[in-house]
């Protein structure tokens, strides 16, 4: 019962309806073509994925519960995704592998690989924290 108030808190936060099982089929579909390569079949992210590389960037994080991308409310979810590791998503001048995914995916399709991402965080503690992460949002 708490998950589902959760869940229902999170998707409230958007103002939109939770994603239908058929969205979040699409998202799977959209995430093995555009995400998989370097966030990992199962969202387990690149080995090592805390260490810089020789080049100095970042390896591709888990969009699992062991990375961080939970930590992040979905509008920037939505923007990294959308326009990249750019500011205000990350400081000036970021060298980063992440592409940015605007040209390639509509708005609605991005939303789509972002629930299929999110229907992966099942857990009490991220569910809360999300929950929580929203209210703030929505009172700030
Ligand atoms: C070419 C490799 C590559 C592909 C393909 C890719 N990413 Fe990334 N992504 C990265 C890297 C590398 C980072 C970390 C970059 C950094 O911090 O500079 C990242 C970071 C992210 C983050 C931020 C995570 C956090 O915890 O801050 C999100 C969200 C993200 N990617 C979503 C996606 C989605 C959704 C797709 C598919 C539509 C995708 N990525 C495809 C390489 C990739």
């Known amino acids: 019962m708490k998950a589902v108030l959760a869940i229902a808190a999170l998707s409230a936060g958007c103002g939109e309806q939770p994603a239908e099982p058929a969205q979040i089929a699409q998202g799977a579909q959209l995430y093995a073509q555009h995400c998989a390569s370097c966030h990992g079949a199962k969202l387990e992210g690149q080995p090592n994925w805390r260490i810089r590389l020789p080049n ?22 939505f923007g990294i995704t959308k326009y990249g590791l750019v500011p205000p998503y990350a400081p000036p001048g970021h060298q980063s592998d992440m592409p940015a995914f605007g040209g390639k995916l509509s708005d609605a399709e991005i939303r789509r690989v972002l629930a299929y991402i999110e229907s992966h965080w099942t857990s009490k503690d991220v569910l809360a924290a999300r929950a929580e992460m929203t209210r703030n949002i929505k009172e700030r």
Do not use: F, N, Y
């Open 56 to 77: 100095g960037r970042l390896p591709a994080p888990p969009h699992d519960e062991s990375g961080h991308t939970w930590h992040h409310p979905d509008r920037v979810l």
